[in-house]
């Protein structure tokens, strides 16, 4: 890898967006992720190596560490950050089809939940993984699940639930999907969710955690 | 903040069973007056809740009401408060909220007269205020029915009046998941405080009209979330622990209004109250696991008057319903705080302390809720002429009394943990006393389009 991708590589890993963040401490004053992706660019580095070789990779060990609870959330929150910083200069790649993500997420918490700390935590994972995230918040029905399939009909559908009153609400939501798009792929998620019940509505997968929905995406989109 | 001295100051005055100022429900319970209580909390196994379920959903209510009482009878309980949270549907729909409340008070009179068990219905309407971001606080139409369950469903036979309140959640969301202590601060301290003020004087002004028990307010989707973050290695413990001191200064608002207690099971900040106000305060810990984990399995009940479970669900285990098996297991808990409590201050004293020791520096969550902890931050909770300033020294003492116990070798923590306090330290240091400086410091930091200030009375 070159020098410079390592460097994007390193900022991406300890949550350096640019050059003004002070955080982390021992990277202050230095380039951030925004400033090394517009650099690699100028020097002709391709964005496809960019995001392959530095940020998705960098990502990866960001989302290990967090599950080897080598890091904490914050960490985590300030890696997808300068990720972000570096996409903002990949975006015209992205909308000229030169470099594309791995695929599209859909994901919401179902109607009448509104706990949405799983879900933000599984968006941002998959999200650092190469995905792109269409994030519909929390209440949500299946007209809206619908609208955005609508809009990317390629993409996988998370549903998340944390209550025994709303899990249920999922195999509404299932169904519409099928009737809507039989071959979609459906994933859930949520601490009363297991496998029975997935099988039970007729969803393709349950992640018990952020780690096994980002496995679960790679898998399919390989 | 109104109150300007402790009403308990020792720390062997904080003990389960005895609050300064009891509280006597209509079918005489008296609620930290000598006697810890059970308080079973339950929920719906899965399904949804509408007009075609609805009739199970009652008879779900009926069974775990008569399942409960029935089992508190046969182990010879002195009183039992059963918990109704309602869901989603139950307060949008009020009077769904309300059939429950009265069917569980029938089953409760039945046990009364029957057999004299006395227990009680805690109605915790949820605040649907959360449904709308930018929540409007003040403003929202789904105040009303949430005003209605609390009015029906006190009529209904609902004693005790609670909430989960969310004033400020749109704020502290992000803050835990950033571990953001000047961002909890505003949100809890500013925000929160503010919201308390407003819902508080209605909630207080139902209840005194009708003569029941505005009981007290939870900061669980504060310092509950992040406490379960923590128990997931998500955030530091450390940040978890000053999140639950800092949520005093809010919490204690519903006092301030004229609630009286016993506060909410899920209000870890209990014990702060208790000290500061004296009223009797409801606690869960080991007995919650089957909602969440904790690192506070024991010491939670150190000074509790009622001893909950948080919240089970209505399905079958090999001994019965849920909701039984874990009145069986409250029940026996607060057999032995009542066979220490008999046995005068010593044997309280020496149970207390078993209950401290086995968890005190295990971790920082449980070291603030050591009574001695429990006095000495709440004093700093008092010392500021605001609550900003309030809050800010209560963490700040918080986070001496972690420094002092790893120093002293009786707390070990990761590294990863150690490095937050300095952080911690340095940023609260930077917040000013002054609510309206602290305001202006924080605007200008924030993602303004997250909340509305006039809704906060701003
Ligand atoms: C698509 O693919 C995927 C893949 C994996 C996915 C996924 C999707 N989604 C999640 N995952 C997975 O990955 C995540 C990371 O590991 C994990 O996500 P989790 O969400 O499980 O884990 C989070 C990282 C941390 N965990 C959490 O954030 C949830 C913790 C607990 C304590 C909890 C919290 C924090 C809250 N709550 Co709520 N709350 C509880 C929870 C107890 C529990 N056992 O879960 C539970 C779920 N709540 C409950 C209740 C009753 C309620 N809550 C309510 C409100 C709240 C707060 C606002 C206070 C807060 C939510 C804050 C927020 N912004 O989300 C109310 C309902 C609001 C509503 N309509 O949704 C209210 C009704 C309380 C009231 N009366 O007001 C209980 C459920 C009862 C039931 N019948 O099911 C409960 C078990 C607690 C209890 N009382 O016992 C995995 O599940």
Redesign the interface.
Known sequence: MSEILEKLFEAVEFGKADKASPFPPQLKGQDGANELTKNALDADVDPKDILEQALIPAMERVGKKFSE??????QM?MSAKAMGASMVQLKPFFASGKIKEKGTFIIGTVK?D?H??GK??VSMIVEGGGWKIVDL?V?VSEDKFLEKIDEYPNAVIGLSAL???????MEDIVKAIRTKKPDARVLIGGA?INDD?CQKIGADYYAADPQKAVEYLNKIAS | MKYKNLIISSPQELMFGKAPSPVKTRRGLIIGGGQVYSELNFTLPTMSINSNTVKRVNEHYREIAEGALERALHLNSKGVVLEFETLLEMTKTPQIGVDIVSIMNEVCEKYYQKHGLASEIRLTPNDLREFERPAKQRTSELIAPMMELFERGMEAGGDLVSIESTGGKEVSDDALMMCDIKAIMFALSVLGVRDMQFLWKKIVGLANKQGKIAAGDSACGFANTAMVLAEKKYIPKVFAALVRVISVVRSIVAMEEGAVGPDKDCGYEGPFLKAITGIPISMEGKTAACAHFSPIGNIASACTDLWSNESVQNIKLLSGMAPTAYMEQLEYDVRLMNVALKGGDQSCQLFQQLMVDSDVYTDPQALVLAPENVIRISKELLKGDSYVANAKNGALATLDIIEEAIASGQMELSEMETAYLPILREDLNSIPDSESEFIDMMLPLMDQSKFILEEYGL
């Open positions: 609870q080598k890091i904490f959330v914050p929150l009448g509104l949405d700390i933000n935590l918040g209440d209550l025994t009153t709303t899990m249920v609400n009363p019940f």
